[in-house]
Nanobody
Framework: EVQLVESGGGLVQPRGSLRLSCAAS????????MGWFRQAPGKEREFVAA????????VYADSVKGRFTISRDNAKNTLYLQMNSLKPEDTAVYYC?????????WGQGTQVTVSS
């Protein structure tokens, strides 16, 4: 059974940083492209960043380009999202999933709140 467990969220001030983690199990993590997605209150879930199975290729939404960095450790079956220069509009629940995402693989997400 595929399991994706996000962690690392919290309350941070504007211009602060957070590092999210996603622990994967139940599949061969190193064989799949993965992504981070987020859903703000009252909005649809949106793409944030993606990374190839090997980690050599990354893609970012324009809204986070230059501030967020996606990475992975295939030996640890873990996906990361380093978020710097956070803005209030980054407030959302953040999820990891395959890229493209699989409907039945959404986890509980981790809340990120950017506020002074």
């Amino acid at each position: 059974e595929v399991q994706l467990v996000e962690s690392g969220g919290g309350l941070v001030q504007p211009r602060g940083s957070l590092r999210l983690s996603c622990a994967a199990s139940g599949f061969t993590f190193s064989s799949y492209a993965m992504g981070w997605f987020r859903q703000a209150p009252g909005k649809e879930r949106e793409f944030v960043a993606a990374i190839s199975y090997s980690g050599t290729t990354t893609v970012y939404a324009d809204s986070v380009k230059g501030r967020f960095t996606i990475s992975r450790d295939n030996a640890k079956n873990t996906l990361y999202l380093q978020m710097n220069s956070l803005k209030p509009e980054d407030t959302a629940v953040y999820y990891c999933n395959f890229n493209p995402p699989r409907e039945g693989s959404w986890g509980q997400g981790t809340q990120v709140t950017v506020s002074s």
